[in-house]
């Protein structure tokens, strides 16, 4: 009887870290219509406490959008400035520092209320530095929530589409918008193990077909297929062009093995 208490206590105490740890991702669209720039600075120390979110540096005025479909609130307080909470099925979230001080119809989108149900994808307020980021650069602070305390939004943020605006309905983004990286350079190493390709390009040049500058010289790792590699050999030159694919930060970055090289000559 005393071991099954214990059991059971031991279950009890572990299922919060089960629920706060899923294997699905809770988001798959990133929050800023156009990308962000941003550092993994959950947990930083800040004033009294730590860093609950991340902070995500675009323009202010640039829209943001539901990262799932819910229900959002607006609340104003002194630190957060105007503060959406979106409150999805099995997960909320806090887009902070929203809009302009004093003006409540700029926190939310046209037609849009305390209490809208919206979708995913859809545009509900604008990066702002109001509360105690007014001598901030702009920027959304962006929590993820299962509970009470958040968690890291990072590691999802690195994977989610980074979405651009709907032409045809400003309300809406949408992330079908796909692109290529064409890289010129040299071949630095290529091979194939386990039935995959690798291709390691000493780049010279990279562009991205969206028009993003990507800054990038030096390695880069692709994936591959193995025929694509078989006749590479180091120090040939070598222009790439890879798969299209919906951007990511990763892929914006140029992560190695973010993406795969579809065409070589
Ligand atoms: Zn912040």
New binding site residues.
Partial sequence: MRHLLIALLGLLLAAPSALAAPKSPPFTLFPVIGGASYTN?YGDP?GSGV?E???LLAPCGTPVIAVVPGTIRLDWGSRSGWMVTLVGRSSWYRY??MGVAGDRSSALAKGLRDGSRVKEGQVISYVGRTGD?QRAPC?L?FELHYDRPAVSPYRWLRQAAIVQPNADDPAMATSSSQATLRISGTVQWAATSGGEGRLVVRARKVSCSNGDGVNRRGPIALRAAPELVASLRPGAKITVTTAPATLTSEMLEVRPLAWTAARVS
């Fill in positions: 600075d800040r860093h979110g991340n902070d902070i520092h980021a920027h602070h």
